[in-house]
């Protein structure tokens, strides 16, 4: 079993639409989660890190739910700009730890 | 404050030469550095973990002496892909941290191409 999964997608949708991705991660370990956008050929930036009781950042809302050791992201009102992959990161929360990475979900956003 | 360099931004090489990866971090001391390589349509795979002045940790199913990683101070990492071939063709990606926690850092990557 991978340590982090994502919804396989591709998720096509019109713009001004809600759309959601989950990830599931196997290592109870892990303390620390992020959601990360990546451009084509590009490095993943830092989209929001993922808080226990849910955060929101304008039209991004992360949720976590440490039984199910599952975290989600939503995105409201989507925009053309959006259109990217999301990659979904754990990290078990010591100095000196590398993120470990889902596949990513790619998102494309069209008019 | 927290940019990390890559050079070269992407390389052709051919098969059986090797290829030096550089990986700064520009504005602040990286205590660890880590390697990943992501293929077409495929998540970042963590390659290995360095610490300066020590040996790079590496990740099952990675050769250490095929990707040779060198942290030699607390701002410079280095991977070197030896006698390199199409299959090493990737994206490679480093990251920076300062030893923080939660805090990493990631280059822009280098785009390895290998005929």
Excluded at chain 1, 9 to 15: A, I, S, W
Excluded at chain 1, 62 to 76: C, G, P, V, W
Excluded at chain 1, 83 to 94: F, H, R
């Amino acid at each position: 079993r991978k340590e982090v999964e994502q919804d396989p997608g591709p998720f096509n949708v019109p713009e001004g639409a809600t759309v959601a991705f989950n990830c599931t991660y196997s290592n109870s370990a892990s303390q620390s989660f992020f959601w990360y956008r990546q451009d084509c050929r590009k490095e993943p930036k830092l989209l929001m890190s993922v808080y226990s009781s849910g955060n929101e950042d304008g039209r991004f809302t992360a949720q976590l739910n440490r039984a199910s050791q599952y975290i989600s992201l939503l995105i409201r009102d989507s925009k053309l700009s959006d259109s990217a992959t999301y990659l979904c990161a754990v990290n078990i929360q010591q100095a000196g730890t590398a993120l470990i990475f889902g596949k990513g979900t790619t998102l494309s956003v069209s008019s | 404050g927290a940019v990390v360099s890559q050079h070269p931004s992407w390389v052709i090489c051919k098969s059986g030469t090797s290829v030096k990866i550089e990986c700064r971090s520009l504005d602040f001391q990286a205590t660890t550095m880590f390697w990943y390589r992501q293929f077409p349509k495929q998540s970042l795979m963590l390659m290995a973990t360095s610490n300066e002045g020590s040996k790079a940790t590496y990740e099952q199913g990675v050769e250490k002496d095929k990707f040779l990683i060198n942290h030699a101070s607390l701002t410079l990492s280095t991977l070197t892909v030896t006698s390199a071939h199409p299959e090493d063709s990737s994206f490679y990606i480093c990251s920076a941290s300062p030893g923080r926690v939660n805090e990493q850092y990631f280059g822009p990557g280098t785009r390895l191409t290998v005929t």
